[in-house]
């Protein structure tokens, strides 16, 4: 590891233990952490993780209408966010702050400094990418329409090595550094990119989201509905990979049913990767496999246009 690393994992680790002790609200939330409950789930030969987290009702039912978010103040913005809430800069755009309604003991927010919409265009795929390679930990990106609880305001969040199913879920990851390309069909249907470092990952990304694009009659600059995952090398000369969870919707048919039809699982980043949060007793009661397999089935892109987005995606081998 080199000195520099070493140096920002010290800092991050600092901070937050220095939250700790400075904000008794985050502190709260994560003493809370010991009281979750977890449960396994299968789903298409793979293991889920339900995680029943009722302090994350707020960003299950954050609004998703644009007119909705319009008219709430942005919370990642400096005068909007908790008074006690202290960051660490990251490279000189970024923010690194503890998250107020953790997954997980380290759940950090890396935000935007200046107030932007959410996009992956810009180099925020490379931030997210050197921000893995500086800390070892997985990073996560919801689309503006996939899970973004704050879409108006750029964020990335990131999360402890090895907690995240997907983590033991790639199949075939490839060695070395060279670019490459592949796919799971399975739910939640993937399509992983591998480069040596950011810059090439994310030029490969790049390719393939104009690529994307030009398939599905969008404009080049467009960002297709998607959550994404940075992980971190692995052993030997295992390189960056990114996980890309295309969408169809951003919330799954149950959510809006009414009754006890209703299931609250609005899911982002995290949930595609396998670590599905639950905010309600009753809904973590209630979900099985089949009903997972319902809502990735809803909420991830169709097997057809999957196929044939793969089918697409093979040319950028060439």
């Not at 789930?41 to 293991?47: E, G, K, L, N, S």
């Not at 953790?102 to 919409?117: G, K, Q």
């Not at 990073?139 to 090595?161: C, E, K, W």
């Not at 104009?210 to 940075?230: F, S, Y």
Request: aromatic letters at 8%; charged letters at 25%; one cysteine or more.
């Amino acid at each position: 590891m080199s000195k520099l690393k070493a140096v920002f994992q010290e800092e991050i680790e600092k901070l937050y233990l220095a939250q700790l002790e400075e904000w008794p609200e985050f502190a709260e939330a994560v003493r809370g952490l010991a009281q979750l409950q977890y449960r396994r789930v299968r789903v298409d030969r793979r293991t889920v993780l339900l995680q029943f987290n009722p302090r994350r009702i707020a960003n299950a039912l954050a609004p998703a209408a644009p007119e909705e978010v319009a008219a709430r103040r942005c919370f990642l913005c400096t005068e909007n966010r908790p008074a006690a809430q202290r960051g660490l800069r990251f490279e000189s755009r970024w923010l690194v702050v503890c998250n107020p309604f953790p997954l997980l003991e380290r759940h950090l927010v890396v935000l935007a400094r200046e107030h932007t919409p959410q996009t992956l265009h810009s180099g925020t795929l490379r931030a997210m990418a050197e921000f893995t390679l500086q800390t070892g930990y997985p990073t996560l990106y919801n689309g503006p329409r996939s899970g973004a609880s704050a879409p108006d305001h750029l964020h990335f969040q990131a999360l402890p090595p090895g907690r995240l199913p997907l983590e033991r879920q790639v199949p075939g990851r490839p060695a070395g550094s060279d670019n490459g390309i592949f796919f799971d069909q399975r739910l939640p249907r993937r399509v992983f990119l591998a480069a040596g470092d950011p810059g090439s990952l994310e030029e490969f990304f790049l390719r393939l989201l104009e690529a994307w694009n030009q398939a599905e009659g969008r404009p080049p600059e467009a960002e297709p509905d998607l959550n994404l995952v940075i992980l971190p090398p692995g052993t030997g000369s295992a390189p960056l990979l990114a996980a890309v969870h295309p969408r169809a919707r951003h919330r799954p048919s149950a959510y809006y049913a009414r009754g006890e039809a209703r299931l609250v699982i609005s899911p982002g980043a995290a949930d595609m990767a396998g670590l599905v949060i639950v905010p309600r007793r009753e809904d973590f009661a209630r979900l099985n496999g089949l009903l997972m397999r319902r809502i990735f089935r809803e909420v991830s892109t169709g097997s057809g246009p999957f196929g044939e987005l793969a089918a697409t995606l093979e040319n950028l081998k060439k």
